[in-house]
């Protein structure tokens, strides 16, 4: 019974926070997955600290869940879902080599996938020492799951890392009756294929179908994508829900519809609350929807209070979280100023920098050929407002990146080399967005080509 009243919860939920995007088909469906999913976590924690780790806490929770969202879709059907007004596609046309090449690519890297799983069925060393140990405490601790952001914890744990990712699986576990591997790598699949549908569905909806597969693609054939999933690290759970709220923002400023940018705010913010560097993309993509000319000034402003409205009731459950319960960050506890006026420090970290770039998961140059396109075809191509934001948005979150290694007490060359593909991991569908939407023109101006 509480399995099903938990399905429920996050089906409903989902479905009734993707039903403000006036979206259909693939887009709209892996967007009420992924708030569903977010939203389930979420609303978990804020039970957890407010009730305790009571069974019936969580039933209650998903219960008025379930009911809150049924009650939001009654509401929307009776007064009709909002519709993009941009044009259909039924017209569109394009080769069939394309999604089919896409289809084969996703049907390989769910073998790739399986087989790391079952080599590594505790994932990678993140997995094991963070995100599922954190799920573990909480599953297992009841009303002691306090002790689970111990300061006495040693701190490769970081007990400050939020807790959207833990949270689905100290649930999973907890529904289950106990610990099984393939929760774990289930969920972690999941938001590796959500990704996925959510990038080619997007591009489709703004791009038309032979971009949008074309984008999926691209997603299938990075190397590390299908690794960092199979880890079941967070990486790939922060980038999914950046990757929504950029393609929400996107299709706000192309579009017309602003009342999009408060999901967009809502997606970031599920973002934030699955690691650190999600608050920094946050930030950077309000900053960015604030500074690029998409619409008059005034009505920019409204956009990112709307994306800010959005956002507010993670964020605040974030601030709690951070002020009242995890506090210390072992990169910034001891941080100071100082090593930003080094300037041997700082060529030491673009030398590091430059070097990943090259040899990005052993020699692919993946980022090589992005930097190409970057350089010699998009300053030819006419410039697009969608695409200009996430543009700006991506390059504030790597320039936020790079004071943060500079600030952060670890060796140089070694934390760059650790944690430097994980973050492009969180960035790449975002740049893989803003890159398509760069070189193809809109649906309403391509038309059926």
Same mark, same amino acid.
């Given at each position: 019974?509480?399995?099903?009243?938990?399905?429920?919860a996050?089906? =409903?939920s989902?479905?009734?926070?993707?039903?403000?995007?006036g979206?259909?088909?693939?887009?709209?469906? *892996?967007?009420?997955?992924?708030? /569903?999913?977010?939203?389930?976590?979420?609303?978990? !924690?804020?039970?957890?600290?407010?009730?305790g780790?009571?069974?019936? #806490?969580? @039933?209650?929770?998903d219960?008025?869940?379930?009911?809150? *969202?049924?009650?939001?879709?009654?509401?929307?059907?009776?007064?009709?879902?909002p519709?993009?007004? $941009?044009?259909?596609?039924?017209?569109?046309?394009?080769?069939?080599?394309l999604?089919?090449?896409?289809?084969a690519?996703?049907?390989?890297?769910?073998?790739?996938?399986?087989?790391?799983?079952?080599?590594?069925?505790?994932?990678?060393?993140? !997995?094991?020492?963070?995100?599922n140990?954190r799920?573990?405490?909480?599953?297992?601790? $009841?009303?002691?799951?306090?002790? %689970?952001?111990?300061p006495?914890?040693?701190?490769?744990?970081?007990?400050?890392y939020?807790?959207?990712?833990?949270?689905?699986?100290?649930?999973a576990?907890?529904?289950?009756?106990?610990?099984?591997l393939?929760?774990p790598?289930?969920?972690a699949?999941?938001?590796?294929a =959500?990704?996925? #549908?959510l990038? /080619?569905?997007?591009?489709r909806?703004?791009r038309g179908?032979?971009?949008?597969?074309?984008?999926?693609?691209?997603?299938?054939a990075?190397?590390?994508?299908?690794?960092?999933?199979?880890?079941?690290?967070?990486?790939?759970?922060?980038?999914?829900?950046?990757?929504? *709220?950029g393609? @929400?923002?996107?299709?706000?400023v192309?579009?017309?519809?602003?009342?999009?940018?408060? =999901?967009?705010g809502?997606?970031?913010?599920?973002?934030?609350?699955?690691?650190?560097?999600?608050?920094?993309?946050?930030?950077a993509?309000?900053?960015?929807?604030?500074?690029?000319?998409?619409?008059a000034?005034?009505?920019?402003? &409204?956009?990112?209070? &709307?994306?800010?409205?959005? *956002? @507010?009731?993670v964020?605040?459950?974030?601030?709690?979280?951070?002020l009242?319960?995890?506090?210390?960050n072992?990169?910034?506890?001891q941080?100071?100023?100082?090593?930003?006026?080094?300037?041997?420090?700082?060529?030491?970290?673009? /030398?590091?920098?430059l070097? &990943? #770039?090259?040899?990005?998961?052993?020699?692919?140059?993946?980022?090589? !050929?992005?930097l #190409?396109?970057?350089? !010699?075809?998009?300053?030819?191509?006419?410039?697009?407002?969608?695409?200009?934001?996430? %543009?700006?948005?991506?390059?504030?979150?790597?320039?936020?990146?790079?004071?943060?290694?500079?600030?952060?007490?670890?060796? @140089?060359v070694?934390?760059?080399?650790?944690?430097?593909?994980?973050?492009?991991?969180?960035?790449?569908?975002?740049?893989v967005?803003?890159?398509?939407?760069?070189?193809?023109?809109?649906?309403?101006?391509?038309?059926?080509?």
């Amino acid at each position: 019974m509480s399995a099903l009243l938990a399905a429920f919860a996050v089906a =409903l939920s989902g479905a009734a926070a993707a039903s403000f995007t006036g979206t259909r088909g693939a887009l709209r469906r *892996a967007l009420a997955v992924l708030f /569903g999913l977010g939203i389930w976590s979420a609303a978990w !924690a804020v039970a957890l600290f407010a009730y305790g780790a009571d069974p019936r #806490v969580r @039933l209650a929770k998903d219960a008025l869940l379930a009911a809150v *969202a049924l009650a939001v879709l009654v509401f929307q059907r009776r007064r009709g879902s909002p519709r993009d007004p $941009g044009q259909p596609l039924q017209g569109a046309e394009t080769s069939r080599w394309l999604p089919a090449s896409a289809v084969a690519a996703a049907a390989l890297a769910t073998v790739f996938f399986l087989e790391h799983t079952l080599r590594y069925p505790d994932g990678g060393w993140d !997995a094991w020492a963070i995100w599922n140990l954190r799920a573990r405490f909480l599953a297992r601790a $009841g009303d002691g799951f306090r002790a %689970a952001f111990s300061p006495e914890l040693l701190f490769w744990t970081h007990p400050d890392y939020p807790l959207l990712l833990p949270g689905i699986l100290a649930q999973a576990f907890l529904l289950a009756g106990e610990e099984p591997l393939w929760i774990p790598a289930a969920i972690a699949y999941a938001f590796a294929a =959500l990704t996925v #549908v959510l990038l /080619g569905a997007a591009v489709r909806e703004l791009r038309g179908p032979g971009w949008g597969a074309l984008a999926a693609l691209a997603l299938l054939a990075t190397p590390c994508f299908v690794g960092f999933a199979a880890n079941q690290q967070s990486d790939v759970p922060v980038g999914a829900f950046l990757l929504a *709220a950029g393609a @929400l923002s996107a299709m706000a400023v192309e579009t017309g519809r602003p009342r999009l940018l408060a =999901l967009a705010g809502a997606a970031a913010s599920l973002a934030a609350w699955t690691k650190n560097e999600g608050l920094v993309y946050l930030l950077a993509l309000a900053i960015a929807l604030l500074a690029v000319r998409w619409a008059a000034f005034p009505e920019r402003l &409204r956009g990112v209070i &709307r994306f800010g409205c959005g *956002a @507010l009731p993670v964020l605040a459950l974030l601030a709690w979280f951070k002020l009242r319960v995890a506090h210390a960050n072992d990169l910034l506890s001891q941080a100071s100023l100082e090593p930003l006026l080094d300037a041997r420090r700082w060529a030491e970290l673009f /030398g590091a920098l430059l070097r &990943r #770039v090259v040899f990005f998961q052993s020699w692919s140059l993946w980022l090589v !050929a992005e930097l #190409v396109v970057l350089i !010699a075809v998009v300053p030819r191509l006419p410039p697009r407002a969608s695409s200009r934001v996430l %543009a700006l948005a991506v390059a504030l979150a790597l320039s936020a990146a790079a004071v943060v290694y500079m600030l952060q007490p670890h060796e @140089l060359v070694w934390f760059v080399r650790a944690s430097s593909d994980r973050v492009l991991v969180q960035l790449w569908p975002s740049i893989v967005l803003a890159t398509v939407l760069s070189l193809a023109a809109p649906v309403s101006a391509a038309g059926s080509r």
